[in-house]
């Protein structure tokens, strides 16, 4: 009798109500993992996820979504069960690789819903192929730009830093400056990733218990090898070449709307974001902090649906 792995892909996607599945492409030059399910008459939704997560962090809004419409969450090149290649990992690259696959399914127009990392190439994804992009959402994070080349290495006065988060506006994004060292944090995280990602949840989410453990054990073990904590790390290295493209794009001319935590983002998104396109829309996602799908997955699908067409 075989056993089945049930932190697998394949159990994941099995789990979850509507038909998924998980599967593989190769596009472009690179293999991706995705998991794809649903119908329905809406239009196609693509689901990118961030650091240090898979397509997994979609699990609590993918059911509900794919009553409407055909729902596939990607690992990013470098993430999950997709290939880790040697470069690629601006968002300029990665968006191309989610259009070729776009394009291997059939699909010529998608939506697209982006967490963190993910968000960066959905921007990315809209400002390259405005043709193939119906409707952005973007989840807490927006695309690297100018000004993220302030960020100070020192925390300020107002700076979470800590476990105790009543007296402070924001986090300091301490790990931004770790993931630039080469050759470090694989030989310090290799085989015990959990100390980073369990700190990261723990302090960036409102209720740490909303990313429950087999959700950590699929994180943990995502990034549980030198390759991959390599590979997530180089979507920050290439941070100054995507501040670079960013540069080129111009306003985004589909709609966009940009989803913040109230303990996380919302207030730097609202700032900053109607400059970045000519149809934008900023809305706070209360009670959470940074994991918007896992914290607060009803109010995100709410948010979503009322968007998407």
């Known amino acids: 009798m075989t056993t089945v792995d049930p932190l697998s892909d394949t159990a994941l996607a099995h789990s979850l109500d509507g038909g998924f599945t998980s599967r593989h492409a190769d596009v472009d030059g690179v293999r991706l993992h995705y998991v794809s399910g649903g119908g329905g008459d809406g239009d ?71 967490h963190d990392i993910g968000a960066m190439v959905a921007y990315a994804h809209a400002a390259l192929f405005p043709e193939a992009t119906g409707r952005v959402c973007l989840l807490d994070v927006p695309h690297p730009d100018g000004d993220w080349s302030s960020f100070t290495l020192l925390p300020g006065p107002h700076q979470y830093v800590g476990p105790d988060r009543a007296s402070v506006s924001g986090s300091y994004l301490w790990w931004f400056a770790l993931n630039q060292v080469q050759g470090l944090p694989e030989a310090l995280l290799e085989g015990r990733y959990r100390l980073l990602s369990d700190w990261l949840f723990d302090h960036s989410a409102k209720d740490p218990a909303s990313i429950d453990e087999r959700s950590r054990q699929v994180y943990g073990r995502a990034y549980s090898t030198a390759d991959a904590i390599r590979s997530g790390n180089a979507w920050y290295r290439a941070f100054n070449t995507d501040i670079e493209h960013e540069r080129d794009y111009g306003k985004v001319e589909a709609p966009l709307l940009a989803l913040g935590g109230d303990e996380s983002n919302y207030a730097y998104l609202r700032d900053m974001m109607p400059s970045k396109g000519v149809d934008v829309r900023v809305a706070e996602i209360a009670g959470c902090g940074h994991y918007l799908p896992e914290e607060q997955p009803e109010a995100v699908v709410d948010a979503l649906e009322s968007f998407l067409r």
């Open 44 to 114: 196609p939704l693509i689901l990118l996820g961030g650091w240090p997560q898979t397509w997994w962090q979609w699990n609590k809004v993918m059911p509900a979504l794919a009553r409407r419409r055909r729902v596939i969450a990607v690992d990013l090149r470098g993430m999950g069960s997709s290939a880790r290649p040697e470069g690629g990992y601006d968002k300029r690259t990665m968006a191309r690789d989610v259009h070729a696959l776009a394009e291997h399914l059939g699909l010529a127009r998608v939506d697209i819903a982006g």
